[in-house]
Protein backbone atom coordinates (compact mmCIF):
# COMPACT_ATOMS: atom_id res chain seq x y z
CA UNK A 1 0.00 0.00 0.00
CA UNK A 2 1.34 3.34 -1.10
CA UNK A 3 1.00 6.30 1.78
CA UNK A 4 0.89 9.54 1.15
CA UNK A 5 2.55 12.27 3.37
CA UNK A 6 0.27 15.37 3.55
CA UNK A 7 0.69 17.90 1.65
CA UNK A 8 2.74 20.88 3.47
CA UNK A 9 1.19 23.98 1.82
CA UNK A 10 4.01 26.48 2.40
CA UNK A 11 7.03 24.99 1.09
CA UNK A 12 5.29 22.27 -1.43
CA UNK A 13 3.10 25.49 -2.90
CA UNK A 14 6.36 27.25 -2.97
CA UNK A 15 8.11 24.86 -4.92
CA UNK A 16 5.06 24.01 -7.27
CA UNK A 17 4.78 28.08 -7.94
CA UNK A 18 8.80 27.99 -8.90
CA UNK A 19 8.36 24.63 -11.00
CA UNK A 20 5.21 26.82 -12.73
CA UNK A 21 7.09 30.17 -12.87
CA UNK A 22 10.17 28.05 -14.54
CA UNK A 23 7.46 27.03 -17.66
CA UNK A 24 6.28 29.82 -17.75
CA UNK A 25 9.37 31.29 -18.83
CA UNK A 26 9.98 28.79 -21.89
CA UNK A 27 6.49 29.00 -22.73
CA UNK A 28 7.58 33.54 -24.07
CA UNK A 29 9.62 30.96 -26.79
CA UNK A 30 6.26 30.87 -28.50
CA UNK A 31 6.87 34.66 -29.57
CA UNK A 32 10.00 33.60 -31.27
CA UNK A 33 8.61 30.35 -32.93
CA UNK A 34 5.84 32.50 -34.45
CA UNK A 35 8.46 34.87 -35.51
CA UNK A 36 10.36 32.56 -36.80
CA UNK A 37 7.29 31.32 -38.75
CA UNK A 38 6.84 34.40 -40.42
CA UNK A 39 11.15 34.82 -41.32
CA UNK A 40 10.45 31.26 -43.17
CA UNK A 41 7.31 32.76 -44.88
CA UNK A 42 8.54 36.10 -46.07
CA UNK A 43 12.21 34.20 -47.34
CA UNK A 44 13.56 36.12 -44.85
CA UNK A 45 17.16 34.69 -44.83
CA UNK A 46 18.68 37.41 -41.90
CA UNK A 47 15.60 36.87 -40.00
CA UNK A 48 15.86 33.23 -39.51
CA UNK A 49 19.59 33.64 -38.74
CA UNK A 50 19.17 35.88 -36.44
CA UNK A 51 15.95 34.40 -34.74
CA UNK A 52 17.40 30.58 -35.01
CA UNK A 53 20.55 32.21 -33.16
CA UNK A 54 18.15 33.17 -30.17
CA UNK A 55 16.18 30.37 -30.07
CA UNK A 56 19.76 28.53 -29.83
CA UNK A 57 20.89 30.40 -27.48
CA UNK A 58 18.30 30.65 -24.86
CA UNK A 59 15.88 27.34 -24.85
CA UNK A 60 19.00 25.62 -23.21
CA UNK A 61 19.56 28.31 -20.28
CA UNK A 62 15.31 28.29 -19.92
CA UNK A 63 14.94 24.54 -19.96
CA UNK A 64 17.91 23.89 -16.93
CA UNK A 65 16.34 26.02 -15.31
CA UNK A 66 12.89 24.30 -15.60
CA UNK A 67 14.71 20.89 -14.99
CA UNK A 68 16.72 21.89 -11.60
CA UNK A 69 13.10 23.08 -10.41
CA UNK A 70 11.37 20.09 -11.43
CA UNK A 71 14.16 17.84 -9.32
CA UNK A 72 14.22 20.32 -6.24
CA UNK A 73 9.72 19.93 -6.41
CA UNK A 74 10.26 16.12 -6.68
CA UNK A 75 12.81 15.65 -3.91
CA UNK A 76 10.87 17.61 -2.10
CA UNK A 77 6.96 16.26 -2.59
CA UNK A 78 7.61 13.02 -3.88
CA UNK A 79 10.75 11.38 -2.30
CA UNK A 80 10.60 12.85 1.05
Known amino acids: MIRFKPF ?3 SNWALLQDLEDAFGHIMHFEFLIDQLQEAVNN ?3 MGIIS ?3 SLTAFIPVYTENFDKKMQVAWRK ?3 E
Open 8 to 10: KMT
Open 43 to 45: DDR
Open 51 to 53: IAA
Open 77 to 79: IVI
